[in-house]
């Protein structure tokens, strides 16, 4: 059984910025953060998708024929000491991320095929959370 797809290609004018050490073909992506902690960074990827960008960085110079062997996120504290703690994301997290591109670049196929761009209302009235509207006003 055969079924037609297409491959949807787009230049991305977002690379690998921070460092890419070519002799040990390793990317290094300094990031700061609050809290450089395993859990706290942890979380960091979860909220800012590293488990998506590392695949998308690795996969992106394999397809231009640059392969690399790792990525290193360097986390460092923005406060004193400053402290750095160094991380990659595990197999598993990047097969999700690998996921979430894939559907991440079928949606914008969709889009882009159809110019139907989903968003938010243009305007609405925002009504603030009740722990705000009774707050004592001195």
């Known amino acids: 059984m055969s079924a037609p797809w297409r491959l949807v290609i787009v230049e991305s004018p977002f690379a690998p910025k921070d460092f ?3 002799a040990h073909e390793l990317i290094i992506d300094l990031k700061s ?3 450089a902690s395993y859990t706290a ?3 960091s990827c979860i909220e800012y998708r590293y488990h998506v960008q590392q695949p998308f960085y690795l996969d ?3 397809a231009v024929g640059q392969r690399m062997k790792g990525f290193v996120f360097v986390a460092v504290e923005k406060q004193p ?3 750095v703690a160094c991380y990659t994301i ?3 997290s990047c097969r999700i991320g690998r996921d979430l591109i894939r559907r ?3 949606t914008y196929a969709r889009c882009h095929d159809s110019d139907i761009w989903p968003g ?3 305007l609405r009235d925002l009504d603030l959370p009740a722990k705000v509207k009774y707050v004592p006003i001195s």
Do not use: M
Request: a negative charge; proline letters at 12%.
């Open 90 to 92: 595990d197999p598993d």
């Open 60 to 62: 992106g110079l394999a």
């Open 41 to 43: 960074f942890g979380y």
């Open 104 to 106: 991440n670049l079928e």
């Open 81 to 83: 000491p400053y402290a």
């Open 120 to 122: 938010y209302e243009p």
């Open 33 to 35: 953060t609050t809290d």
């Open 20 to 22: 890419i050490n070519e």
